[in-house]
């Protein structure tokens, strides 16, 4: 049990730390006098809390400035409520919207073509027809479809157009709830008809709610349906996404996406990179060809060799010459004919020639 004058000891002492120390915010406070620690706190009249003064929000153990409140640097506004709250550099300094916000009662609102995450953050007060545009590969906020671009002509949601003041949605592309423009291609459909009006190369498949999608050898590309075969000039040309082993066969005459060395080719046996064959479902390079560091199949002429024999186990008439690093190169008298070496040409060829009639004129 504590002794009275072990209770009014204790009682100074709190009254001391209130008067020298102060409260932090929700601690039990008597007036003013004996301080709130946390600056634009105060001790509230009727339930004696220390909270945060009008125009202050608490924020963790702090009273952060509201839109329209005085403020020194950002750092003193509420940027957990507004994440676009900055304090002003000019005039009279106190917290508003950045750049490309507006102010809508006590929230930062994003303008048209400021960066979004849902409709929400958006002004659809100034903009009725405002919508987060999650369709684009860069979300902003945009003018739905149907909705007036009258002002903003360029303002419309990715997939649609302002036509006669309103955005419409694109061919190739159609309205879904949230009034966005979709691609055709991965909308519900109920027959083929649906997606290959618009899509090329389209068809309308699937178990139970159907869906537009690419047909076999063709692979989703924005709102188009691609041959995943196409001319490249690049591996980043080709959709390693649908085909993880893709590359561009730049050693061919006609660059073309292929399936590399070493790749699944089930399916599409015809599509190794040149000098490779399917064999086993799997793209190997085959005799007088060498893999590269690239998956392609490289010649084994002008490929680098220690030994002739690195170059004659495969390509007849070849040798491993040169100086410092050395490559498989054709002998003399034989030419470099794709992955062969050619017979005699040029000079040589003629005096082959000469000599054989000469040779026929004797006999």
Same mark, same amino acid.
């Given at each position: 049990? =504590?002794?009275? &004058?072990?209770?009014?000891?204790?009682?100074?002492? +709190?009254? +001391?730390?209130?008067?020298t120390c102060g409260l932090a915010l929700d601690a039990d406070c008597t007036s003013d006098a004996n301080a709130c620690t946390t600056p634009n706190a105060v001790c509230t009249t009727d339930t004696k809390i220390c909270t945060c003064a009008t125009g202050y929000t608490k924020v963790g153990t702090d009273c952060k400035a509201d839109l329209g409140t005085a403020c020194t640097v950002t750092a003193d506004c509420d940027t957990t409520t507004n994440p676009a709250a900055v304090c002003s550099t000019s005039g009279t300094?106190? *917290?508003t919207c950045a750049t490309g916000y507006t102010k809508q009662g006590t929230a930062c609102k994003?303008?048209? $073509? #400021?960066?979004c995450t849902a409709t929400a953050d958006c002004d659809t007060t100034a903009i009725q027809h405002a919508v987060c545009d999650v369709l684009?590969?860069?979300? +902003?906020c945009k003018i739905k479809s149907t909705g007036d671009c009258t002002v903003n002509t360029d303002k419309c949601v990715s997939g649609a157009a302002c036509t006669a003041n309103a955005c419409a949605c694109s061919a190739k592309y159609k309205e879904d709830t949230n009034k966005l423009c979709a691609t055709v291609l991965g909308s519900t459909c109920t027959a083929t008809a649906d997606c290959t009006? #618009? +899509?090329?190369?389209?068809? *309308?498949? $699937?178990? $139970?709610?159907?869906?537009c999608t690419c047909n076999f050898g063709f692979t989703k590309q924005g709102a188009d349906c691609s041959d995943i075969w196409k001319a490249c000039n690049t591996t980043a040309d080709c959709d390693t996404t649908t085909t993880p082993t893709a590359v561009c066969d730049v050693l061919a005459t006609a660059k073309d996406c292929k399936i590399k060395s070493t790749g699944s080719c089930a399916g599409n046996t015809d599509k190794c990179v040149s000098g490779a064959a399917c064999t086993n479902d799997v793209c190997v390079? &085959?005799?007088? =060809?060498?893999?590269?560091t690239d998956k392609l199949c490289a010649t084994v002429l002008g490929s680098t060799c220690t030994a002739t024999a690195d170059c004659t186990a495969t390509v007849a008439n &070849?040798?491993?010459? $040169?100086?410092? &690093?050395? #490559?498989?190169?054709c002998n003399t008298g034989f030419t470099k004919q794709g992955a062969d070496c050619s017979g005699a040409t040029g000079v040589a060829a003629c005096l082959a020639m000469i000599l054989a009639c000469i040779f026929t004129t004797i006999v």
């Open positions: 049990m =504590y002794r009275k &004058s072990d209770l009014f000891t204790i009682f100074v002492l +709190v009254l +001391v730390f209130e008067q300094k106190i *917290c994003a303008d048209l $073509g #400021t960066a684009a590969t860069t979300k +902003v009006t #618009t +899509v090329a190369n389209s068809d *309308c498949t $699937g178990t $139970g709610t159907k869906t390079c &085959s005799t007088k =060809y060498k893999e590269n &070849s040798d491993c010459t $040169g100086t410092g &690093s050395k #490559t498989c190169t």
